[in-house]
């Protein structure tokens, strides 16, 4: 299935309070108190307000810091790398490619194989089951859960 992602006025006004402030206005959300951080389901997160692919379950690890980190994305063009140096501090902040919405940062202190940690904010990201990727237009990623 061929899809387009992008940023529209329709799925930005669907964004709540706390989604809003984060992809669109570069915000944090509290650790440990997010949808994500300890979310252990088998499937993929995409970017809430294009939809573009972002990480698989299969790359997420407890890294103990309060938001949910994964190793490696799903799809390495879908993420782009900005040099941040906000908050007294250099950084390097992860954004969606087609939506343009802040996901949160990349650290060089992951695990193998990567040796990346991608710290996300939940709120930035929508989760889709294995069992719903085909009905949501995903069903190329069922694959990588030995589904067909």
């Known amino acids: ?7 529209t006025d329709e799925a930005l006004g669907r964004l709540d309070r706390m989604q809003y402030a984060v992809t669109q ?22 970017e809430v307000v294009s939809g573009e692919p972002l990480f698989a379950s299969s790359q997420k690890f407890d890294s103990a810091c309060g938001w949910p980190s994964y190793f490696e994305p799903l799809e390495p063009d879908n993420i782009v790398e900005i040099k941040d140096t906000s ?12 939506g343009d919405s802040h996901l949160g940062h990349v650290f060089p202190d992951g695990p193998p194989p990567t040796g990346l ?32």
Not at 1 to 7: F, H, I, L
Not at 27 to 45: C, L, S, V
Not at 87 to 98: A, L, Y
Not at 120 to 135: G, Y
């Open 117 to 148: 940690r991608y710290c996300i904010n939940s709120a930035s990201m929508r989760f889709i089951p294995v069992a719903d990727l085909e009905k949501e237009g995903y069903g190329e990623y069922a694959r990588l859960f030995g589904k067909k």
């Open 25 to 46: 206005e570069d915000m944090t959300e509290p650790p440990f108190r997010n949808q994500f951080w300890d979310h252990k389901e088998a499937g993929i997160y995409v």
């Open 1 to 7: 299935m061929s899809r387009t992602y992008q940023k």
């Open 87 to 98: 908050h007294g501090m250099i950084r390097t902040e992860v954004r969606s490619k087609h």
